[in-house]
Protein backbone atom coordinates (compact mmCIF):
# COMPACT_ATOMS: atom_id res chain seq x y z
CA UNK A 1 0.00 0.00 0.00
CA UNK A 2 1.55 3.86 -1.01
CA UNK A 3 1.14 6.16 1.74
CA UNK A 4 1.58 9.85 0.68
CA UNK A 5 2.72 13.12 2.67
CA UNK A 6 2.76 16.47 1.64
CA UNK A 7 4.65 19.28 2.15
CA UNK A 8 5.89 22.53 1.07
CA UNK A 9 2.81 24.63 1.13
CA UNK A 10 2.68 28.26 3.11
CA UNK A 11 2.39 31.74 2.83
CA UNK A 12 3.73 33.99 -0.25
CA UNK A 13 3.53 36.98 -1.79
CA UNK A 14 1.90 37.08 -5.43
CA UNK A 15 4.42 36.46 -8.39
CA UNK A 16 6.54 34.26 -5.64
CA UNK A 17 6.94 30.65 -5.76
CA UNK A 18 6.81 27.26 -3.96
CA UNK A 19 7.82 23.85 -4.73
CA UNK A 20 5.72 21.46 -3.55
CA UNK A 21 7.21 17.94 -2.47
CA UNK A 22 4.85 14.96 -1.96
CA UNK A 23 6.69 11.69 -0.38
CA UNK A 24 5.44 8.12 -0.87
CA UNK A 25 5.89 4.92 0.98
CA UNK A 26 5.60 1.92 -0.42
CA UNK A 27 8.00 -0.24 -2.76
CA UNK A 28 5.59 0.33 -5.87
CA UNK A 29 5.59 4.21 -6.01
CA UNK A 30 7.37 4.06 -9.08
CA UNK A 31 4.69 1.96 -10.69
CA UNK A 32 2.09 4.70 -9.92
CA UNK A 33 0.71 7.83 -11.68
CA UNK A 34 1.05 10.67 -9.18
CA UNK A 35 -1.77 13.75 -9.45
CA UNK A 36 -1.69 17.02 -7.95
CA UNK A 37 -5.24 18.63 -7.05
CA UNK A 38 -6.30 20.88 -5.04
CA UNK A 39 -9.28 22.81 -3.49
CA UNK A 40 -10.14 26.13 -2.25
CA UNK A 41 -12.71 26.96 0.20
CA UNK A 42 -16.26 26.74 -0.70
CA UNK A 43 -15.20 24.85 -4.30
CA UNK A 44 -14.43 21.82 -5.42
CA UNK A 45 -11.45 19.74 -5.75
CA UNK A 46 -9.99 20.35 -8.93
CA UNK A 47 -6.89 18.74 -11.15
CA UNK A 48 -3.67 20.73 -11.25
CA UNK A 49 -1.27 18.36 -12.78
CA UNK A 50 -0.23 14.90 -13.29
CA UNK A 51 2.60 12.67 -14.00
CA UNK A 52 3.07 9.14 -15.44
CA UNK A 53 5.31 6.41 -14.12
CA UNK A 54 8.35 7.24 -15.43
CA UNK A 55 8.33 10.75 -15.51
CA UNK A 56 8.12 10.91 -19.39
CA UNK A 57 4.20 12.51 -20.00
CA UNK A 58 2.99 15.44 -17.50
CA UNK A 59 -0.46 16.86 -18.23
CA UNK A 60 -1.79 20.54 -16.84
CA UNK A 61 -4.83 22.05 -16.04
CA UNK A 62 -4.94 25.28 -18.28
CA UNK A 63 -5.24 27.73 -15.29
CA UNK A 64 -1.60 26.36 -14.00
CA UNK A 65 0.18 26.04 -17.70
CA UNK A 66 2.93 27.43 -18.25
CA UNK A 67 3.74 28.39 -14.63
CA UNK A 68 3.75 25.23 -12.61
CA UNK A 69 5.85 21.63 -13.25
CA UNK A 70 5.50 18.54 -11.99
CA UNK A 71 8.28 16.37 -11.28
CA UNK A 72 9.05 13.20 -9.46
CA UNK A 73 12.06 11.34 -8.54
CA UNK A 74 11.62 7.66 -8.26
CA UNK A 75 15.02 7.12 -6.97
CA UNK A 76 13.47 9.31 -3.43
CA UNK A 77 9.77 8.11 -3.80
CA UNK A 78 8.98 11.55 -4.29
CA UNK A 79 6.65 13.62 -6.78
CA UNK A 80 7.10 17.94 -7.15
CA UNK A 81 5.24 20.70 -7.76
CA UNK A 82 7.29 23.66 -8.95
CA UNK A 83 4.58 26.80 -8.65
CA UNK A 84 5.88 30.23 -10.16
CA UNK A 85 4.44 33.07 -10.79
CA UNK A 86 2.08 32.44 -8.00
CA UNK A 87 -1.60 34.39 -8.89
CA UNK A 88 -4.24 35.35 -5.39
CA UNK A 89 -6.49 32.75 -7.16
CA UNK A 90 -4.07 29.59 -6.54
CA UNK A 91 -4.81 29.43 -2.96
CA UNK A 92 -5.83 26.45 -1.84
CA UNK A 93 -5.36 23.19 -0.15
CA UNK A 94 -3.40 21.27 -2.07
CA UNK A 95 -2.78 17.14 -2.56
CA UNK A 96 -1.39 14.76 -4.27
CA UNK A 97 -2.67 11.23 -5.19
CA UNK A 98 -1.43 8.47 -6.61
CA UNK A 99 -3.25 5.95 -9.70
CA UNK A 100 -2.29 2.61 -10.75
CA UNK A 101 -2.09 3.99 -14.26
CA UNK A 102 -2.43 7.46 -14.50
CA UNK A 103 -5.55 6.69 -16.40
CA UNK A 104 -8.54 7.56 -13.71
CA UNK A 105 -6.54 11.18 -13.34
CA UNK A 106 -7.00 11.45 -16.98
CA UNK A 107 -10.55 10.60 -17.14
CA UNK A 108 -11.99 13.93 -15.67
CA UNK A 109 -13.91 14.91 -12.25
CA UNK A 110 -16.20 12.13 -12.47
CA UNK A 111 -13.64 9.60 -11.78
CA UNK A 112 -11.57 11.24 -9.26
CA UNK A 113 -13.97 9.51 -6.37
CA UNK A 114 -12.02 5.94 -7.54
CA UNK A 115 -8.64 7.13 -6.43
CA UNK A 116 -8.04 5.15 -3.12
CA UNK A 117 -4.76 6.72 -1.93
CA UNK A 118 -4.62 10.39 -1.48
CA UNK A 119 -2.36 12.81 0.98
CA UNK A 120 -3.17 15.24 3.44
CA UNK A 121 -3.00 17.82 2.26
CA UNK A 122 -0.56 21.02 2.42
CA UNK A 123 -1.83 24.64 2.42
CA UNK A 124 -1.06 27.04 -0.23
CA UNK A 125 -1.69 31.29 0.98
CA UNK A 126 -0.72 33.27 -1.52
CA UNK A 127 -1.40 37.07 -0.99
CA UNK A 128 -1.59 40.38 -3.14
Known amino acids: QVQLVESGGGLVQAGGSLRLSCAAS????????MGWFRQAPGKEREFVAA????????YYADSVKGRFTISRDNAKNTVYLQMNSLKFEDTAVYYC?????????????????????WGQGTLVTVSS
Open 97 to 117: AADPTIATILSGPASYRYLEV
Open 51 to 58: INWSGGST
Open 26 to 33: GRTFSSYG
